[in-house]
């Protein structure tokens, strides 16, 4: 059984049909992947997972349980865990304190104001595991304002993992990244793959094909291709053959 | 293939006036055309020869001043607005567009007699060289065509390449250019109006 499915998932915004039909299935330990031109309604889609939309019509499951219509915070307490296309730091937060905010914990520990966060020596070796993992502990005490782009894109997806996720939700981790940063970005995540389950929304078709398991494609709201990178690639005959040419 | 044809355009008219006293024509649309089978149909035209106004009426998104719009026998403006994307779908540029011109109360329509949509219509995708989705845009209309479908393709040439993405998918053409519509069953058909190859310019030998 798949650990996070969508069963035939609608969602308009006034005239505009964003999601028409969408069902999709993510296999524990796997990386998905979500690939579509731009403004074809992948980020509504992930919105829509993740709890920040209700659909219209139909269903989220998650381990087996529906999760549709539950509020974002409450999707996110059964593990499952989403970075933004925007960042989301607290700029003068050093990266340690940035993790260390995120962490289920501390998160719970009320009646403090959010700004001073108390953490005690267990909760800080956590966040520097949590750092180590994406390889920033050498950045523990820099603030996020201060890191270079690529280090606050490695920073949004620990805090992400901080709050122990059992499925990750990456949208567009690339943005804003240059070849070298990808290169990192995409090392990254083969490493964290081995401990979690990764869906990743992209633009960037190459990105994608050397990282994912499977594919789904996503246009005018509806899925109109899916498959392993290899089957993709042997459809993505533009490319290669060049428009208009059949192969 | 037996029953009525997918698409069946009777004595379609739109007309639009402006003045109120005395109303001048100021632009009119007619089309008349069957189309009985499956297929990818392209549709050129210059801008505001009237390619998205034909699009609104099939969809029915638009009232015609006259006419009827048949899809697989069904006359699409008596169809409940709910149901109307059961048989042609409107995509513009990503996304799909569901607007309805609403007149009668639905409880005087009828339901669709069809669960899927019929007639896909894509205005303008968006096709570019550089993200490599052209491919996955070509396949999805050749699977939608597979599936008994009908796309109808609404694009305005600015390059080679475009050009050639039609030739590659359509099995035949409308062109639209004033308000009226010519078919033609192939490319080369296409150019033996003059007024497509003066549209076209350059990208008539694409």
Redesign the interface.
């Known amino acids: 059984m798949s650990l996070f499915t969508a069963e035939h998932l609608h969602k308009r915004f006034g005239d505009q049909v964003v999601l028409e039909d969408v069902s999709l299935a993510f296999e524990s330990g796997a990386v998905s992947g979500i690939m579509g031109p731009n403004g074809a309604g992948k980020s509504t889609c992930f919105n829509v997972l993740t709890g920040l939309h209700r659909p219209d019509r139909g269903r989220v499951t998650f381990d087996g349980e529906d999760i549709t219509g539950l509020a974002p915070d409450e999707i996110a307490r059964r593990g499952v865990s989403r970075s933004f296309q925007i960042m989301t730091l607290f700029d003068e937060f050093t990266a340690l304190e940035n993790i260390l905010v995120a962490l289920p914990e501390v998160r719970r520990g009320l009646g403090r104001p959010f700004w001073q966060p108390r953490a005690d020596a267990e909760a800080i070796e956590e966040a520097r595991e949590v750092l180590a993992q994406v390889g920033l502990e050498g950045r523990a005490g820099t603030p996020a304002a201060a890191l270079p782009y690529g280090e606050r894109r490695a920073l949004e997806i620990a805090v992400a993992l901080a709050a122990r996720p059992r499925i990750v939700f990456l949208d567009e981790p690339t943005q804003g990244l240059g070849t070298e940063g990808r290169a990192r970005l995409s090392a990254l995540i083969r490493e964290l793959r081995h401990r979690y389950t990764l869906v990743i929304i992209e633009h960037d078709m190459g990105f994608l094909f050397g990282l994912a398991d499977r594919i789904s494609v996503i246009h005018w709201g509806q899925v109109i291709a899916e498959g392993t990178p290899g089957a993709l690639r042997a459809k993505d005959r533009v490319r290669a053959a060049g428009p208009g040419r059949t192969p | 293939m037996t029953g009525p044809p997918i698409l069946d355009v009777r004595g379609l008219t739109k007309v639009y006036r402006r003045g109120w006293l005395s109303p001048q024509e100021t632009f009119r649309l007619e089309a008349e055309f069957t189309i009985a089978d499956p297929g990818v149909v392209g549709v050129l035209g210059p801008n505001g020869s009237g390619k998205t106004t034909l699009f609104e009426l099939i969809t029915g998104s638009n009232r015609p001043s006259a006419g009827q719009v048949l899809c697989c026998g069904q006359d699409v403006h008596r169809v409940k607005y709910r149901e109307r994307?059961r048989l042609a779908i409107h995509?513009h540029?990503?996304?799909?567009?569901?607007?309805f011109a609403k007149r009668l109360p639905s409880a005087c329509l009828q339901r669709a007699r069809s669960d899927f949509p019929m007639v896909h219509l894509f205005d303008e995708p968006?096709?570019?060289?550089q993200?490599?989705?052209?491919?996955?845009?070509l396949?999805?209309f050749r699977?939608l065509r597979a599936r008994g479908r009908l796309v109808i393709l609404c694009v305005h040439p600015n390059e080679a390449?475009q050009?050639?993405?039609l030739?590659?998918i359509c099995e035949g053409y409308i062109f639209v250019k004033d308000g009226r519509l010519r078919r033609a069953p192939s490319f080369e058909a296409l150019l033996e109006d003059p007024a497509a190859v003066a549209y076209l310019g350059a990208l008539a030998k694409a």
């Open positions: 994307d995509y540029q990503s996304y799909q567009v569901r607007r968006q096709f570019s060289t993200d490599g989705y052209i491919g996955f845009m396949d999805f699977a390449f050009v050639r993405i030739r590659e």
